[in-house]
């Protein structure tokens, strides 16, 4: 598995964003989101979202990048629609930009990411196909 990419400015964000074809033909496969809020083993609760992180597993038909984990840091946004079984979920050109110091990501409607921090890895084909990873 390669390591993390930390995308910093616009130059970065373009440059990945044409990498990855703009996920044409991909999927969002699964989502992870930990807050860092937690109730502890006495009961006592910690009620702050300290973490916000998000992580997105998104698999493409591409040779070159078949896989690509992204994680969104200090989250402020995600909104996520799913469509239904009788609908298509395929991502056919997804929106990447910088604004006001914070990275946005969308699908092209369904699915919209807001975060102050972007890094992405490529997992490797071993990641693809049904099994679930953030299990």
Not at 17 to 35: M, N, P
Not at 80 to 89: K, M
Not at 120 to 135: A, H, I, K, T, V
Request: with cysteine; aromatic share 10%.
């Amino acid at each position: 598995m390669s390591d993390w990419n930390e995308i910093l400015d616009e130059r970065a964000l373009e440059a990945f964003a044409a990498l990855t074809g703009h996920f044409h033909d991909g999927c969002i496969k699964e989502l992870r989101y930990v807050s860092g809020a937690y109730v502890a083993a006495n009961l006592g609760m910690v009620p702050l979202n300290g973490r916000r992180v998000l992580r997105m597993i998104i698999q493409c038909q591409s040779k070159e990048h078949p896989v690509i984990e992204l994680e969104f840091a200090g989250l402020k946004t995600l909104t996520l629609s799913p469509v239904g079984t009788d609908y298509t979920c395929e991502i056919l050109d997804a929106v990447m930009r910088m604004e006001n110091g914070c990275f946005y990501w969308s699908d092209g409607g369904d699915t919209t990411v807001c975060a102050e921090q972007l890094r992405w890895r490529l997992p490797g084909e071993e990641w693809l196909g049904d099994r679930e990873l953030y299990g």
